[in-house]
C-alpha cells in the first residue's frame, strides 16, 4: 500500500517522494498516514486490530483497498490542514454503512465479508466499489 502510493504518480504520498533523488518528505507523510490511518480505526473499531481472519479491514486486500481510497480522499487535503483527522472521519462516514469487514455480505461484489481474498481481482472490485461509494457521498460520480 505505501509502497503504491509513494511511486504510483495518482498516490498521494507521491508528491513527497523525489523519485530522482530519493529524498522523502518523511514528517509529511507521517501526517498523512496517521491522520488517515486514525480516521480509519475511529470509523471502525470493531474492524481495526482484529486478525484478519475475523476482519476484511486489516487483511491485505482491505489494506490496499483502503489505501487506493486514502490516495483519493487525500487529493482534497493539505497534510497540514487543520483538524485533518476530523475531516477524514466526515469523510469515511460515506462508505462505513455499505462495509462488511466483519460480517455480512458485500452485496455489491457479491461475496461474503469473509470470501474477499487477497487476490488481483477482489482488490480490483473493492477498491473500485469503496471509491465509487465515496465519490457519490460527495455528491460526485
Known sequence: MLEESLTKPSGCLFRFHNVTTGDLEG????RVLIAYWSAVRDTFP??????ASRSRLMHGTGIRAMGRLMDRMMASFH???????SHLR??????APVCKWTAG??????????????VP???????DFLIRTYLRGRGGA
Open 27 to 30: 514528517d509529511e507523510v507521517w
Open 46 to 51: 470493531v474492524a481495526w486490530g482484529a486478525p
Open 79 to 85: 497534510p497540514r490542514e487543520a483538524n485533518l483527522r
Open 90 to 95: 466526515d469523510e469515511l462516514r460515506a462508505i
Open 105 to 118: 455480505r458485500w452485496e455489491e461484489l457479491g461475496l461474503e465479508w469473509d470470501d474477499v481474498q487477497n
Open 121 to 127: 481481482r477482489h482488490l480490483g472490485l473493492l477498491s
